[in-house]
Nanobody
Framework: QVQLVESGGGLVQPGGSLRLSCAAS????????MYWYRQAPGKERELVGS????????DYADSVKGRFTISRDNAKNTVYLQMNSLKSEDTAVYYC??????WGQGTQVTVSS
């Protein structure tokens, strides 16, 4: 069965960095575009960005452009979200998404001093 398992979340100070990972299994990872979403308390889930199957094309929400980078390693069936220059408004649960209704369980990112 399809599984997506995020890791790497935690507490970080403003201006700091984190790298999230999403390990995929149960499907042919290299055939799917992958997505990162986030949901802050009291807000709707929003798209952070996406990456195409080969990793050569990425797209980002305006709120994270220039600070976040999505990459993937198809040999490891893993997609990454590198987050730099973090702000308090980046605090959210971050989710990996494959499409077709398949979500990871999420990982909490808290940006606070």
């Amino acid at each position: 069965q399809v599984q997506l398992v995020e890791s790497g979340g935690g507490l970080v100070q403003p201006g700091g960095s984190l790298r999230l990972s999403c390990a995929a299994s149960g499907f042919t990872f290299m055939n799917y575009d992958m997505y990162w979403y986030r949901q802050a308390p009291g807000k709707e889930r929003e798209l952070v960005g996406s990456i195409n199957t080969r990793g050569g094309i990425t797209d980002y929400a305006d709120s994270v452009k220039g600070r976040f980078t999505i990459s993937r390693d198809n040999a490891k069936n893993t997609v990454y979200l590198q987050m730099n220059s973090l702000k308090s408004e980046d605090t959210a649960v971050y989710y990996c998404y494959r499409g077709g209704g398949f979500w990871g369980q999420g990982t909490q990112v808290t940006v606070s001093s």
